[in-house]
């Protein structure tokens, strides 16, 4: 692990998000390693618990569908994640290279970077999530960049996903970021993996929890 909190919150879905920001917070609270009151000029911990809670509303709001609500929810998740970015430095500061510190913070770290050798499949790519797009019959994928990686397989399973030959080819990315496929059939259970392409040809599977098309 690296001494560096990771920030990307753009990348989770948004029921991961709220659980996410509540965990950070819980995290925080009462924490001897990063004891209040802090500086004036960070996010104050009083403020994330009320951005969080405001956001945990809306985001069940939004599962109506109601449009109004759903803009609602965008905005407070931005809010929210403003502040987390913003603490994250002075948390680090605090920390002062201190992995087991940031542990207790609530926020992911980074893995130290591991160069494969000449004869290796690229590993698994870490952060792997695969949920319901925003239009029905959609699915979003995406990881954390893999070194080494020319470019990703996304494959899908309907059946048992322990069954190799259930596994067919949705889509090969040149990114793994924010991966879009369609198609999905509603109400129907999906299955999906990830890898990198290397110079070794693919690596290392990363695989999803089953997720219900809509």
């Known amino acids: 692990m690296q001494p560096k909190l990771i920030i990307t919150f753009e990348k989770l879905s948004y029921p991961d998000f709220d659980t996410k920001g509540d965990f950070i917070y819980t995290s925080l ?11 004036a000029y960070v996010t104050q911990l009083a403020d994330l618990g009320t951005a969080q809670a405001n956001y945990h509303t809306l985001f069940e709001a939004a599962q109506s569908g109601d449009s109004v609500k759903i803009s609602e929810r ?12 913003g603490l994250a430095p002075y948390l680090e500061l605090v920390a002062a290279g201190n992995v087991s510190k940031l542990q207790t913070t609530g926020y992911d770290l980074r893995h130290d970077i591991v160069q494969p050798t000449n004869d290796d499949p ?12 925003d239009v029905s019959g959609t699915m979003a994928a995406w990881a954390d960049s893999l070194t080494g990686a020319g470019s990703y397989i996304l494959q899908i399973c309907t059946g048992d996903p322990s069954v190799e030959a259930n596994w067919t080819t949705k889509t090969t990315s040149l990114h793994c970021s924010n991966i879009i496929t369609d198609g999905f059939v509603p109400g129907k259970i999906y299955y ?14 990363a695989v999803s929890p089953g997720v219900m098309a809509v």
Do not use: E, H, S, Y
Request: hydrophobic share 35%.
């Open 29 to 39: 609270k009462n924490n001897p390693n990063f004891p209040q009151p802090w500086p």
């Open 74 to 85: 965008n905005d407070a998740r931005d809010v929210l994640t403003g502040m987390l970015k």
């Open 122 to 133: 690229l590993p698994a790519p870490t952060g792997f999530n695969f949920a319901r797009g």
């Open 192 to 205: 999906a993996r990830l890898c990198g392409i290397g110079t070794n040809g693919p690596g290392v599977w």
